[in-house]
């Protein structure tokens, strides 16, 4: 398998930034333990501060055929970007949602997520093991459609 790892804004900030909501590992931390925790899989990390950057990932992905599922956290991007939204719909590639924190325990505005209904799943409230059920998610997805 070949999957994108794509993060949003603010998220490049992680370790650093408010570490007793998001955790102490840093976002280069995360990506190398998915990577160490799945040597099958070949991975493409991607992170963006800015909208328009993560839809053309996405597209280039879509395009290319490069991978075969991509795992988001899209940070604040989730609770208002359209843009991202649509962007997931326009594409055929699996798109799983993962957040570290539990959105659903947090302030009311993050209780709502315009790419869940586009997404194929959601996964919220794990710290960085979010993002390894997201691999072990799309893997399951993967396994389903070639069965
Ligand atoms: C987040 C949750 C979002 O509400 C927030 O804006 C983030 C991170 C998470 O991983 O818990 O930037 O997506």
Redesign the pocket.
């Known amino acids: 398998h070949s999957f994108l790892v794509l993060n949003?804004?603010?998220?490049s900030r992680l370790g650093k930034r408010e570490p007793e909501?998001?955790g102490c590992l840093g976002l280069d931390d995360i990506n190398r333990g998915l990577a160490d925790a799945f040597p099958d899989i070949t991975f493409e990390f991607y992170q963006s501060e800015y909208e328009g950057a993560l839809l053309e990932k996405l597209f280039e992905c879509e395009d290319k055929g490069s991978v075969d599922g991509i795992i988001l956290?899209?940070?604040?991007?989730?609770?208002y970007s359209v843009a991202l939204r649509d962007a997931i719909s326009a594409i055929r590639i699996p798109v799983i949602e993962?957040?570290?924190?539990?959105?659903y325990a947090?302030e009311e505005f993050?209780r709502h997520s315009v790419i869940s209904e586009v997404c194929a799943g959601v996964i919220?409230?794990f710290g960085s093991l979010?993002y390894h059920l997201g691999v072990q998610a799309l893997m399951a997805k993967a396994a389903e459609k070639s069965s």
Not at 98 to 103: A, D, E, G, K
Request: hydrophobic letters at 35%; charged letters at 10%; zero cysteines.
């Open positions: 949003g804004p603010n998220l909501i998001y956290n899209a940070g604040a991007f989730t609770h993962v957040h570290l924190s539990n959105i947090r993050r919220s409230g979010s």
